[in-house]
């Protein structure tokens, strides 16, 4: 049974880079099927996708989101990983991760992390 857990600071101070985690057990990140998200909601907004990344490495980041955030991996601790740099408070949010999948040309998400909250703030 795969599961995700996101790890990470619960509150940071603007314009500091935020690092988080998401250690994926019972299944590989490297399985040639799935990629693997980060999805965050705002306080009083829906959920939005900021990017993923797949199995061979490559990267998937929302347009309105690259030039602050990079997403990477950790083939052997079996982890993947969101930067966002220059933070505000605008960036408050809960953070999931998640599996992706794609059928007949549209994603989906099947597994997901609980999430955590994570706090812009000085």
């Known amino acids: 049974q795969v599961q995700l857990q996101e790890s990470g600071p619960g509150l940071v101070k603007p314009s500091q880079t935020l690092s988080l985690i998401c250690t994926v057990s019972?299944?590989?990140?490297?399985?040639?099927?799935?990629?693997w998200s980060w999805i965050r909601q705002s306080p009083g907004k829906g959920l939005e996708w900021m990017g993923a990344?797949?199995?061979?490495?490559?990267?998937f980041v929302s347009p309105s989101r690259q030039s602050r955030t990079s997403i990477s991996k950790d083939t052997f601790k079996n982890q993947f990983s969101l930067q966002l740099h220059s933070r505000t408070p605008e960036d408050t949010a809960v953070y999931y991760c998640?599996?992706?999948?794609?059928?007949?040309?549209?994603?989906?998400?099947?597994?997901w992390g609980k999430g955590t909250l994570v706090t812009v703030s000085s």
């Open positions: 998640a599996r992706e999948g794609w059928i007949h040309g549209s994603a989906y998400m099947d597994i």
């Open positions: 019972g299944g590989s990140i490297s399985t040639n099927t799935y990629a």
């Open positions: 990344i797949g199995y061979d490495g490559s990267t």
